[in-house]
Each structure stands twice: as C-alpha cells, then as structure tokens.
T-cell receptor
Framework: GAVVSQHPSWVICKSGTSVKIECRSL??????MFWYRQFPKQSLMLMAT?????????EQGVEKDKFLINHASLTLSTLTVTSAHPEDSSFYIC???????????????FGPGTRLTVT | AQSVTQLGSHVSVSEGALVLLRCNYS??????LFWYVQYPNQGLQLLLK??????LVKGINGFEAEFKKSETSFHLTKPSAHMSDAAEYFC????????????FGAGTRLAVHP
C-alpha cells in the first residue's frame, strides 16, 4: 500500500530557531500534499495545501511566512517552522494524494506525524 | 455553514459489544465521507469512505458505515469490539466545492474494556 513518511518523528528546538519537517511519499507520486496541525486531544486542522511545483495555498489564519512549505518534487514536501516559539509546539501531520485533479475520491495517505516541542 | 459533528468525545464499550460512533454533517449537497483511525502518536489510517454508489460501506478491521442522506449521517459500527480497536476515530468530510480539503470532526476516543 501507499506509504508516507515523515522526518523527524520528533524534534525539540529552542525558541527563535527554525525547524524543517520532511514529508515523503515512498511508493507513489503525490501531486498534492497537505499539512495538518493537531493539538493534544484535538482534531486535525488543515494548515495548507501543497501542489508540486507551485506555491502552497494556506488556510485562513495560518501565517505563510512562519510556516514555509516547499513541494519541489512529486515525492517530497517540506514544512519549515521559522522562528519557532513555544506556542508552535504541536503534532504536525502531512498527507499525500495519489491522484491529481479535483477528483476527491483519490485517497489521502497520512504520514506518522512529527511532534515538535519548542522550549 | 458546512460542518461535521461527532457526537460523543469518549465512548466506552466492553469487549465483544457493539461499537457505534456517530457522525453527522451539515450540507445541502451530500459530501464525500471518510472514517479514519489514529493510534497514539501515529498518523491516520483510512477505515472506509463513501463517495458514490452503495450507501453501506465496509471497511477494514470489521468496521462498516452507512450513509443516510435523510439524516445527514455516516455512523461507524462494528458488531463486536476488540481490545485492539481502542483508538481515536475521526470522521472527515470533503464538501462539494471544497477543493478536496478534508474537514475533520473533533474525534471520538474509543475505549474497550475486558
């Protein structure tokens, strides 16, 4: 089956530093990847939609200059949290679709998540 | 406004009992509907989905869900709970015109007792 990996699985960083999280589709090409944020015991909130070779589309309220997303290839998207602060501590999850276009029946495959702790 | 609601943030059942997790959506046009399961510190795994066709959908691990347009519901069931079913369950929806964005419900934590 389709597998999505994330690296690192967890990271601790100091306030003011930047952290990069990678999301890879291992056995399929993902024209679209999604980044979610999940607070403890809460649901997933979509942060942005990333299409290969184009700029990401951010959800309302998400700071695009703080959460930099790059989708340079069909198998890799990265999320960089710039100048991280303790309030950015969260569980970040990516997903990838194995199809293009607007057909919503294409399944999204989720990565295992990255737990970010900012001290 | 379009929304998805999961009734009950916590559900507890005995092993072997029926599992029923509720999901309702608010939309005039039937959306695409999904159920995902999340184990601790892991990503999400798709249990089942409804896009078109038969309204009773069977998924993995013995789960099934029925789309009821008249009730705007997509409840998840399993006839007999197993200890390994203990996890967080999310109902998710892609609304018509929603640009394929998954909108998640708040989640239901299922506990299974011996």
């Amino acid at each position: 089956g389709a597998v999505v990996s994330q690296h690192p699985s967890w990271v601790i960083c100091k306030s003011g530093t930047s952290v990069k999280i990678e999301c890879r589709s291992l056995d399929f090409q993902a024209t679209t990847m999604f980044w979610y944020r999940q607070f403890p015991k809460q649901s997933l909130m979509l942060m942005a939609t990333s299409n290969e070779g184009s700029k990401a589309t951010y959800e309302q309220g998400v700071e695009k200059d703080k959460f930099l997303i790059n989708h340079a290839s069909l198998t890799l998207s990265t999320l960089t949290v710039t100048s991280a602060h303790p309030e950015d501590s969260s569980f970040y999850i990516c997903s990838a679709r194995d199809g293009g276009g607007w057909d919503a029946s294409y399944e999204q495959y989720f990565g295992p998540g990255t737990r970010l702790t900012v001290t | 406004a379009q929304s998805v609601t999961q009734l009950g943030s916590h559900v507890s059942v005995s092993e072997g009992a029926l599992v029923l997790l509720r999901c309702n959506y608010s939309s005039s046009v039937p959306p695409y509907l999904f159920w995902y399961v999340q184990y601790p510190n892991q990503g999400l795994q798709l249990l089942l989905k409804y896009t078109t066709g038969a309204t009773l959908v069977k998924g993995i691990n013995g789960f099934e869900a029925e789309f009821k347009k008249s009730e705007t519901s997509f409840h998840l069931t399993k006839p007999s709970a197993h200890m390994s079913d203990a996890a967080e369950y999310f109902c998710a929806v892609i609304f018509s015109g929603g640009y394929n964005k998954l909108i998640f419900g708040a989640g239901t934590r299922l506990a299974v007792h011996p």
